[in-house]
């Protein structure tokens, strides 16, 4: 980006802390939807609120009122995150009731006198296409332009937040309320992409980010063979932001045939599947052979799968690296041998954990080029649902007969 990073600091620092907005009005019970007010906004609008387990309900409040520094936000569309599916089998974070929904992009409708740029400083007005990012409560005055700033780790995201007056606090709605002042909110401005490419940039960045910590170790080349295993959303995305990188010796592994076609299409030159054989020797023989007789200079773990962690050491030469980005959610220990696996091998090993503000700007430009070049990425996006069908949407997702399940609005 070709910006004075000092100004901008100060125009981030003057927006974030010239922010003072109020909580909107209570909310209240389920009612008909109320005729539009003015601009086309309506007085109430509809939220699916997870009440219970495994159950979403579409419920209607009052939209709340705009303080000075808030934004109304009509919701276009908002994928479905592992995460999500998570909440609704089984609430570990406690949430309900609660309205989630963290991958979600629409159109500003409204905003408060006081809001004139995003976070990171460029314009935004009544019309725009914006995406949140996260939620600094305990630390407004971060930005973007501190490159040793920490991950979103702590950090709140609108879709994951507790239930409060102001219902809309999720992207699995008909509007979104993104908070001004000390909330701490981050939003970008991203009116230059298509709806499946704003409906993406949430996972893009996970691996933005990864594909960063890969490359602190040195050994990511132009001509790295690079095993990709695991070849959900996470894993496609990650062989499409290497090709974007002009990385083309790749190798995705997985189980599913079909994922496998995918990741070939996505710029996998070779796959494995590791269903096709019988142990550990044999799977790192075939990784071997799919590169021409040589192990991996680096590999990116994206299953949730502990035994796939202890396998990755295999594939992986003397010296090489290995990204681990597949535990967002805790999936037990993994055992590997760390004389063999590890030190003898000297392996340089980073793990991954989503995205920091910075890997948000470089994720709008890696979906440009990534569809500069031809990757499929809206195919990505196998299934979209209304608001109304969100139940179905979150079986779907649990069913794993598609890869990436969308919602978007009517
Ligand atoms: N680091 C982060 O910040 C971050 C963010 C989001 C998601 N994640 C994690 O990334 C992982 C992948 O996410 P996803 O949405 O693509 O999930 P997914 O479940 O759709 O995909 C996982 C893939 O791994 C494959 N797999 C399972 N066991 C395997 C094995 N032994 N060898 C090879 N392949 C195997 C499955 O067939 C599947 O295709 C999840 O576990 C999630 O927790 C991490
Ligand atoms: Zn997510």
Request: glycine share 10%; proline share 4%; charged share 20%.
């Amino acid at each position: 980006m070709d910006m004075n990073n000092v100004n901008i600091e100060e125009i981030v620092k003057q927006v974030l802390s010239g922010m003072t907005g109020k909580g909107a009005a209570p909310a209240a019970a389920s009612a008909p939807a109320a005729p539009a007010a003015n601009g086309g906004i309506p007085k109430t609008a509809r939220v699916a609120m997870m009440t219970e387990k495994k159950h979403f309900e579409l419920q209607e409040y009052p939209l709340p009122e705009l303080g000075d520094d808030d934004i109304l936000v009509k919701v276009e569309g908002c994928g479905v995150c592992g995460t999500d599916a998570h909440e609704y089998k089984n609430d570990p974070f406690g949430l309900i009731p609660v309205v989630l929904g963290h991958e979600g992009t629409g159109e500003i409708v409204a905003m408060g006198k006081n809001v004139k740029a995003d976070t990171a400083g460029k314009p935004v007005q009544v019309g725009d296409k914006v995406v949140t990012c996260m939620i600094f409560k305990d630390d407004p005055e971060i930005t973007m332009f501190d490159l040793n700033k920490k991950n979103v780790g702590g950090a709140d995201v609108y879709g994951l937040l507790p239930d409060d007056d102001v219902k809309f606090n999720g992207w699995f709605a008909d509007y979104i309320f993104i908070r001004g002042g000390k909330f701490g909110s981050t939003f970008f401005n991203v009116s230059d992409l298509d709806l499946d490419s704003r409906i993406l940039i949430e996972p893009c960045a996970v691996l933005i980010h990864a594909v960063e910590r890969a490359k602190t170790t040195g050994i990511l080349k132009f001509n790295s063979r690079v095993v990709v295993q695991g070849c959900g959303p996470i894993g496609l995305i990650c062989i499409a932001v290497l090709r974007t990188m002009g990385i083309e010796n790749i190798c995705a592994v997985d189980g599913n045939e079909q994922r496998l076609e995918f990741a070939k299409k996505m710029g996998a030159s070779v796959s494995v599947n590791f269903m096709e054989h019988q142990g550990i020797e044999a799977l790192t023989a075939a990784v071997e052979a799919a590169f021409g007789g040589h192990l991996a200079d680096f590999a990116f773990q994206c299953t949730g799968n502990p035994k796939a962690h202890a396998n990755i050491y295999k594939f992986i030469r003397n010296g090489g690296g290995l990204c681990e980005l597949g535990f967002f959610i805790n999936g037990g220990d993994a055992q590997i041998n760390p004389h063999f696996d590890l030190c003898s091998k000297e392996i340089n090993l980073v793990g991954s954990w989503v995205y920091n503000l910075r890997d948000y700007a470089t994720t709008f430009d890696f979906l440009k080029r990534a569809k500069a070049i031809g990757l499929p990425m809206s195919e990505l996006i196998t299934h979209k649902y209304p608001l109304e069908e969100i139940n179905e949407a979150l079986e779907t997702n649990l069913a794993m007969t598609g890869l990436k399940i969308a919602i978007v609005n009517k």
